[in-house]
């Protein structure tokens, strides 16, 4: 339901900014693969230098390949704010962003990695991996502005991700995954001090 704030601005034609964070923690030898996805995106969000649609087309693949592994997911969490001005949606994003970064080896190098793109990528059995989406959109997206720590409403707002690259609204994408780079290891007890938004689902 819309605040009156939310009612005023919109009568006064401004244009409604929403930024969100999502945690998504997996666990289980199985979800190594998706390692391979996520650094792809990050390959391809470097290489485009930051071009929207690129960065909307990895959050795509990334928001797909969560929702095959759906059965490893062990708990969510989610934030996110509303504004009105484009200036402190900004401001806010590259809070979180610095925020995500500072997590446990949340930032992955991709600079040595880049240099050894062609060499085959050997995939670690990781136990634990938490997901970071951060985004910005223009307009009001309820599957996003809930509580998405239950099974049904991360799904929901997952495909609600998908949605907002095809309906052309993002402003922002950031991702960042937890352990980043290959061979490093997420313990459980990592996992409760570096993620404490995190809710068993």
């Known amino acids: 339901m819309s605040s009156w704030r939310d009612r ?3 009568l006064g034609g401004k244009t409604r900014f929403v930024v969100c964070r999502l945690f998504i923690h997996l666990v289980g030898e199985e979800v190594a693969p998706l390692l391979g996805v996520l650094n792809k995106a990050a390959f391809d969000a470097v290489d485009s230098e930051g071009d929207m649609t690129v960065l909307g087309e990895g959050l795509v693949e ?3 390949s969560l929702l095959q592994y759906d059965t490893y997911w062990q708990a969510a969490g989610n934030e996110g704010d509303v504004f009105w001005d484009e200036g402190e949606a900004g401001d806010f994003v590259t809070e979180l962003f610095t925020d995500s970064a500072q997590r446990y080896r949340s930032a992955p190098d991709v600079e040595s990695m880049s240099a ?3 060499e085959p990528l050997a995939l670690p059995a990781t ?4 997901v970071m989406l951060t985004v910005a959109f223009e307009g009001e997206v309820p599957e996003l502005e809930a509580d998405l720590a239950s099974m049904s409403a991360l799904r929901a707002g997952l495909k609600a991700l998908v949605n ?3 309906q052309e609204t993002l402003r922002a994408v950031q991702v960042h995954f937890s352990p980043a780079r290959l061979g490093d290891e997420l313990t459980s007890d990592q996992v409760l001090v570096g993620f404490p938004e995190l809710i068993p689902l």
């Open 164 to 166: 907002l690259h095809y």
């Open 127 to 130: 136990h634990h991996l938490v």
């Open 8 to 10: 005023f601005n919109q």
């Open 62 to 64: 990334i928001c797909q």
């Open 116 to 118: 050894n793109r062609d």
